[in-house]
């Protein structure tokens, strides 16, 4: 597993070739963020929608060193944060921008990847903390204004890929759907074998194609990683 260690005021999250911190930022680096990273494909130009510490941007930069990745938030102590662990990190092709995904432009071309890990209370109280429900709650980012944003940004042959909560799967695919974007991938994933999946990784194209469902499970016991999570992991973890 990752390492987690308190420092006084601050905790970090310490991967094996970079380090996420995470005190200025509401959401904190989680399960969610960690598999999605690691599912993701790749491409020569990646966008992370609501990047926050900048886990997933980090983690692509690992496995596509090639690509150009670009991080936005509208968090602004987020994207200082994430700006500092990309600058801690070894990666030079990371570069974090303050910026609202719905009025987001393009610098040059379309993004052959976007990846983002959304808000995901719909219709749940807010919480008072401004930063926390920004981070938290569909409010910031309607799911219909996410697949409006990603179906402008994305190349005409690009995949967008997110993670999402179970009861929130429908009300997803329903807005990708009325923008005319095809779920190409699926991964159902369990806590454990015996429950049912309570977050799913989806992929979604701009064309039809076949479509791939696969089943992930985190543990197999109490404490125990599944051989799934750790081969899907394995070049993060330490």
């Known amino acids: 597993m990752c390492i987690f260690v308190p420092e006084m005021a601050n905790d970090y999250f310490k991967f094996r070739q970079f380090t996420v911190r995470q ?10 963020g960690t598999l999605l990273g690691a599912w993701v494909r790749g491409g020569r130009t990646i966008l992370d929608i609501g990047t926050g510490t900048g886990l997933i941007a980090l983690m692509v930069a690992q496995r596509f060193p090639e ?12 994207v200082v944060q994430a700006k500092e662990n990309v600058a801690d990190s070894p990666f030079n092709n990371i570069d974090i921008i303050e910026a609202d995904a719905k009025t987001f432009c393009v610098p040059s071309s379309k993004f052959d990847v976007i990846v983002s ?12 903390d401004g930063q926390r429900t920004m981070a938290r709650h569909t409010a910031s980012l309607a799911y219909a204004e996410l697949m409006a944003a990603v179906n402008r940004l994305l190349a005409d042959d690009g995949e967008f890929s997110v993670v999402i ?12 759907s009325l923008v005319g ?10 806590t454990t074998p015996r429950k049912p999946p309570r977050r799913y990784l989806m992929a979604f194209r701009k064309h039809p194609d076949q479509l791939e469902l696969t089943e ?14 750790q081969q899907l992991t394995k070049d993060f973890y330490l």
């Open 165 to 176: 909560p179970f009861d929130c799967k429908a009300r997803l695919e329903c807005e990708a």
């Open 117 to 128: 890990n959304p808000p995901y209370f719909v219709d749940s109280l807010e919480c008072p």
């Open 216 to 229: 992930g499970i985190i543990e197999t016991a109490p404490n125990v990683r599944s051989e799934w999570y």
């Open 67 to 78: 690509a150009h990745v670009v991080g936005i938030d509208i968090d602004h102590e987020a």
């Open 181 to 190: 974007f095809f779920k190409i991938r699926e991964c159902a994933v369990k």
């Open 23 to 32: 005190d200025r930022c509401a959401m904190k680096v989680g399960t969610d």
